[in-house]
């Protein structure tokens, strides 16, 4: 399959290049391509890497954290047909029968698409782990019924059980234990500091530990200050990859253009969707607390924000429009996501070699055509 005529985005900027396509992967990129076959006409639209969201819980009343292997890939479906071609399957707190449910039935799909290959789905290239080694102050929408202090066991226990597909785990930096497991598992994982009163003090020792990243910037965590920057403060200082959600409601949009200018090659979108999404306004249940969702804003009872209802084509689209420069909303949401779990050598970019993963987008940014590994949605 050749791909003619496109504003191709290539090591962060746009060139008319063609992109020829054989068995899922790019096999050539160039001016012009010779060769007959099936041809994709891309006049007037332009080419960009299929979007990577390393924090998603959900989608269409379904939770990864509760539900079937066939909910799931309905999920993944869905994800495709918005942009969003590569996710960490996200769970959440949740009592340990239902954890091990979780990640053996992540593991049976993601066994299932790399048998596969022509499958219509976002692939599932990992799990993140957000919970539960969390205290109490910063859970957040997590039930605190179900929290617990850091275990490795407990930890390797449910990796196990994913056939090592954990990926990122996201802990409380001030929880007893903490340096400790980031030092001991650094090398095999994406540590994350999350759901947190983290002194500045605290998040340097974390990362000087092993940590790199930082779940949800500003949300469940101590705010910034500047006699005690805290978490927030680190992330420029020690170079800590950090996930913003552009929803427009959990961060104001001058905060979210304040942290592009800052470190943009740091800044990670990340849609942080629950199981409402893509449907209606309503009562819903998500991580077992009762949530409500109103004008696309999800909280609990008492306020608490409960994460997003929008997509991570979204996300971009919001960036964008709050005034990031459209290359950098790009790679906040494709290559950077990719680079912080080290998978930019097969996703996350338009390159030789790598997945066959494009969005068609006009010079609106509106999604036009989506292909999962060459195979059109």
Do not use: W
């Not at 269409?60 to 047909?81: H, Q, R, V």
């Not at 409380?172 to 095999?188: C, M, S, V, Y």
């Amino acid at each position: 399959m050749i791909f003619r005529h496109g504003e191709v985005f290539i090591n962060g900027k746009f060139e008319r290049k063609d992109i020829l396509v054989e068995d899922g992967f790019v096999k050539e990129i160039s001016e012009t391509i010779t060769g007959d076959g099936n041809e994709v006409d891309c006049t007037g639209l332009r080419i960009v890497p299929g979007f990577f969201d390393i924090h998603t819980h959900g989608c269409l009343s379904y939770d990864f954290s509760l539900s079937n292997p066939e909910e799931i890939k309905e999920m993944c479906e869905y994800y495709a047909k918005h942009g969003v071609t590569s996710i960490l399957a996200t769970t959440m707190t949740n009592e340990e029968n239902q954890y091990h449910r979780a990640m053996v039935y992540i593991k049976e799909v993601m066994d299932d698409q790399k048998e596969h290959s022509d499958k219509k789905e976002a692939a599932i290239e990992g799990i993140n782990m957000e919970g539960p080694f969390f205290g109490i102050e910063k859970k957040g929408a997590h039930d605190p019924q179900y929290l617990r202090r850091i275990s490795q066991d407990l930890f390797d226990e449910y990796n196990e059980l994913s056939g090592n597909a954990i990926r990122l785990v996201d802990i409380d930096p001030t929880l007893d234990g903490a340096l400790e497991f980031i030092q001991r598992n650094k090398e095999f994982f994406t540590i994350s500091l999350a759901h947190t009163m983290s002194t500045f003090d605290q998040a340097e020792a974390a990362a000087k530990a092993g940590a790199t990243h930082v779940t949800h910037l500003f949300n469940a965590m101590r705010p910034l200050l500047h006699r005690e920057p805290g978490l927030v403060g680190a992330v420029s200082e020690f170079g800590l990859n950090a996930e913003i959600i552009c929803d427009g409601i959990h961060i104001h949009p001058a905060v979210v253009k304040l942290m592009f200018k800052a470190v943009p090659d740091q800044m990670i979108l990340i849609s942080d969707s629950i199981n409402p999404t893509g449907l209606p306004d309503g009562e819903y249940v998500a991580g077992g607390l009762p949530i409500t969702v109103k004008d696309h804003k999800a909280f609990l009872k008492d306020g608490t924000l409960a994460g997003s209802t929008i997509t991570l084509f979204d996300a971009v689209k919001n960036a964008i429009s709050f005034g990031i420069p459209i290359e950098e909303a790009i790679l906040s949401a494709s290559y950077y996501p990719a680079k912080s779990l080290k998978l930019e050598d097969t996703v996350g970019s338009i390159g030789l070699g790598r997945k066959a993963d494009l969005l068609l987008v006009d010079n609106d940014f509106n999604l036009k055509q989506v292909y999962v590994r060459g195979n059109e949605i």
